[in-house]
């Protein structure tokens, strides 16, 4: 019973849903943080759609075909961060409001430094840790109580990939403070 309801943690807490909820959540609460609602659907598109196009497009790309769930991985990495590559162009052409840029910059960093330590490092900080904890730092950021509210779901997100084995303590520390930094750098910047 506990690895199954762990499963349904991690199935419906990757990092394109909560970026979901999360742009949702905003514009719900202040549209004006997206500048329009160009901006809204172009962020849907960037944050979630592309990024969720790895899982069906796995069997059709040749590479990716036959390496399970390894190959799905490495499928919605690089889809992840071509559509954050994508969203943060579309924010500079756009010329879309500081926040929107904020938080592709955000996925951008995060997306990056998640490729960095696992596919260079070799160090595996948690991807799925980084996708939860964005969306949940960055709703803090813009001062929506919803942010806090996710904490309880973070946690959530740990107890599951530690019950599946899929992640050590410190890999889910890892993607975590990953975020953490990469927001504090596109606030930054």
């Known amino acids: 019973m ?14 394109p849903i909560m ?14 943080l997206f500048g329009g609602f160009t901006n809204f659907i172009l962020s849907i598109l960037f944050l979630t759609l592309f990024p969720l196009l790895a899982y069906p497009l796995q069997p ?10 390894e190959g799905q ?6 889809f992840a961060v071509a559509g954050y590559i994508g969203g943060y162009l579309s924010g500079l052409l756009l010329h879309a409001p500081e926040s929107i840029k904020i938080i592709y910059l955000c996925y951008l960093i995060s997306g ?12 595996r900080a948690s991807g799925h840790a980084c996708g939860v904890a964005g969306p949940i730092i960055i709703l803090m950021y813009f001062r929506l109580t919803a942010g806090y509210l996710g904490i309880p779901i973070l946690a959530a997100v740990w107890w599951a990939s530690l019950k599946m084995r899929r992640h050590t303590i410190w890999q889910l520390i890892g993607g975590t403070v990953i975020s953490i930094f990469s927001l504090g750098i596109a606030v930054y910047i």
């Open 112 to 123: 990056a430094l998640i490729a960095l330590f696992n596919r260079l490092l070799r160090l």
């Open 19 to 32: 970026a979901f909820i999360m742009i949702v959540t905003l514009y719900l609460k202040d549209p004006i």
């Open 2 to 15: 506990g690895t199954k309801f762990a499963e349904i943690i991690r199935k419906f807490t990757v990092a």
């Open 73 to 78: 991985r490495t499928l919605a990495m690089i």
């Open 60 to 69: 059709f790309i040749k590479q990716y075909k036959n390496k399970g769930r």
